[in-house]
């Protein structure tokens, strides 16, 4: 009886560890695809990795994209080199993404032209587990660099 009750909970611990490691998986996955089209000005793209908040956030964004900005986003030859370092499951709805951007394009001064950063620079991401949707970004407002 005994042995069967060790591999019982052996079982158990197995198929637990497994799911975590999809969970893990999918929380990388949303982080990773929202990242890119979100450094890439792909907001459309971006939509489908969010929920309704960040929805809010992402149609500011895009209000503020004039052609003029647009037509010197098209003659910036860098693009985002993104690197995800690490997404830290806290509990079972909720993930927080940490990831390093190269060349990220900053729109930071009004009135200017977008730039490339002369640095790598490093940012988080909040996650949601929404139900049967799976993982959403969660944003309040416009991502900042943790520097």
């Known amino acids: 009886m005994n042995r069967f009750s ?6 158990l611990a197995l198929m637990v560890s497994c ?3 999809d969970e893990q998986k999918a929380a990388e996955a949303c982080a990773r695809h929202f990242a890119y089209d979100y450094f890439n000005f792909k907001y459309v793209d971006a939509l489908k990795y969010t929920t309704a908040d960040t929805r809010e956030v992402l149609s500011f ?3 503020n994209m004039t052609h003029r900005v647009i037509d010197s986003l098209h003659l910036v030859t860098d693009t985002p080199a993104i690197t995800l370092k690490h997404v830290e499951l806290s509990g079972d709805t909720a993930a927080t993404a940490r990831f390093e951007v190269e060349h990220v394009i900053v729109m930071d001064t ?3 032209y977008p730039r490339v950063a002369d640095k790598v620079r490093s940012y988080q991401l909040a996650l949601v587990r929404k139900g049967n949707e799976g993982w959403k970004v969660r944003m309040e407002a416009p991502l900042r660099s943790e520097e």
């Open 61 to 63: 964004l895009s209000s």
């Open 6 to 11: 060790l591999v019982g909970v052996l079982t």
């Open 19 to 21: 799911g975590d490691s």
């Open 110 to 112: 009004i009135g200017q």
